[in-house]
Nanobody, 124 residues
Framework: QVQLVESGGDMVQAGGSLRLSCTTS????????MAWFRQAPGKARLFVAA??????NIDYADSVKGRFTISRDKNTIHLQMNSLKSEDTARYYC???????????????????WGQGTQVTVSS
């Protein structure tokens, strides 16, 4: 059974930094792409960043480009978040794609496995 477990969420002041991690277990896929999404209360789940199996292809939402960095190390992906803003406040979810899409998707429906999320709160 595939499991994704996020960690690293916290409360931080605007301008600060956080590093989220997501560790996978039980996956037998050879080349899964993975992504981070976030969801604020009452809002839709939004794409943040995605990375392919070897880190050679990366995509970011415009709202985080230049501030966030996604990376992966074997079965763990990270999201380094710098210059945090109050609008970054949300629950952050890790996702894994098991469809061999051959491209990085920004659509939540195209990811097959999800973690429980980790809360990031940025105070202004």
């Amino acid at each position: 059974q595939v499991q994704l477990v996020e960690s690293g969420g916290d409360m931080v002041q605007a301008g600060g930094s956080l590093r989220l991690s997501c560790t996978t277990s039980g996956a037998s896929f050879s080349q899964p792409s993975m992504a981070w999404f976030r969801q604020a209360p009452g809002k839709a789940r939004l794409f943040v960043a995605a990375i392919n199996w070897n880190g050679g292809n990366i995509d970011y939402a415009d709202s985080v480009k230049g501030r966030f960095t996604i990376s992966r190390d074997k079965n763990t992906i990270h999201l380094q978040m710098n210059s945090l803003k109050s609008e970054d406040t949300a629950r952050y979810y890790c996702a894994l794609e098991d469809r061999d899409l051959r491209y990085l998707s920004r659509l939540a429906v195209e990811y097959d496995y999800w973690g429980q999320g980790t809360q990031v709160t940025v105070s202004s």
